[in-house]
């Protein structure tokens, strides 16, 4: 379980801080929040499916993730 505490730790990112994310198969699963980001005014914690072109977006905040290690044949 997420530690509900997170809004007094440091170092944390604000959570949906970006529109547009870019990660790599070493970021998989993707997962809206992603680690590291304060959850106190955050969405639930959900698993975000890309696509066959590496691209999904969070039903939530509507944050982008795409996929930068893909072959683009």
Request: hydrophobic letters at 30%; charged letters at 25%; a negative charge.
């Amino acid at each position: 379980m997420p530690n509900p505490e997170t809004a007094k730790q440091k170092g944390l990112r604000a959570p949906n801080d970006e529109n547009r994310y870019e990660v790599t198969a070493a970021d998989l699963p993707i997962q809206c929040p992603l680690p590291g980001a304060s959850l106190w005014n955050s969405h639930p914690r959900i698993y975000i499916e890309l696509d066959e072109n590496g691209f999904g977006k969070c039903l939530y905040c509507g944050a982008e993730y795409v996929r930068t290690d893909m072959d683009s044949d």
